[in-house]
């Protein structure tokens, strides 16, 4: 088994700021994902890096930067946040492989811009 | 492109009753895989069901969903729903048409569970 760690568990910022999330994951996974939640809205998937030097957009990548610093290790950027913005931000990471590979989640970290 | 639709937001039911959430999904490729992901209050979601074989019943902690590529869906139903069952539903379709293992999520069906 493995576990996906995501700090901090909660961020505060201020309107206009830049705010950097951070997840590990001990799965020894090539393949990690960052997924954005909103109610009513499903998960959205942000930025995704297949492998170690790998970097690829999703749909709601705009506002948004990456960083796969290693294998282990995937940061997310948020490049100026909005004012009453509020939002979970989930990693997640898999296999390559397709098929039944499914993805494992960390528990995500809760942003409020005030 | 390929979707996944879930088309109750919020989802009512009495404990010890059966329980449905439906999901449907369009794709493009012949080759499917689907899953159903639970989210229980403040935890990561998780994979309850998973299936790539059409017309297969697959079960898990009393849940069971099967695959049906005839009318698109991959529903998920619980003959008796518990108090602990309460929790956020994602039904999610393998992404093929891209890199990467992704998939694609429904809205979420949230399933409250009363006494």
């Known amino acids: 088994g493995g576990i996906i760690t995501q700090t901090p568990k909660f961020l505060i910022g201020q309107e206009g700021q830049k705010l950097t999330l951070k997840c590990q994951q001990n799965?020894?996974?090539?393949?990690m994902y960052w997924y954005r939640q909103d109610s009513g809205k499903g998960l959205r998937l942000i930025y995704y890096?297949?492998?170690?030097?790998?970097?690829q957009k999703g749909d709601l990548s705009e506002g948004y930067d990456a960083s796969r610093e290693k294998k282990s290790s995937f940061s997310l950027t948020v490049t100026s946040a909005q004012k009453n913005e509020m939002a979970v931000f989930l990693c997640?990471?898999?296999?390559?492989?397709?098929?039944?590979?499914?993805?494992?989640f960390g528990p995500g970290t809760r942003l409020t811009v005030l | 492109g390929d979707s996944v639709t879930q088309t109750e937001g919020l989802v009512t039911v009495t404990e010890g009753l059966p329980v449905k959430l439906n999901c449907t999904y369009q794709?493009?490729?012949?080759?499917?895989?689907f899953f159903w992901y639970v989210q229980y209050l403040n935890e990561a979601p998780q994979v309850l069901l998973k299936?790539?074989?059409?017309?297969k019943r697959t079960e898990h902690q009393g849940f069971h969903a099967t695959l049906h590529k005839s009318s698109s869906s991959f529903h998920l139903q619980k003959s008796s729903a518990q108090l602990s069952d309460s929790a956020l539903y994602y039904c999610?379709?393998?992404?093929?048409?891209?890199?990467?293992?992704?998939?694609?999520f429904g809205i979420g069906t949230l399933l409250s569970v009363k006494p």
């Open positions: 794709t493009t490729y012949l080759t499917i895989a």
């Open positions: 999610a379709l393998r992404d093929y048409g891209s890199s990467g293992n992704k998939l694609i």
């Open positions: 799965f020894n996974h090539d393949t």
């Open positions: 997640a990471s898999s296999i390559r492989d397709r098929g039944l590979a499914e993805q494992f």
């Open positions: 890096s297949i492998t170690e030097n790998d970097l």
């Open positions: 299936s790539s074989t059409d017309n």
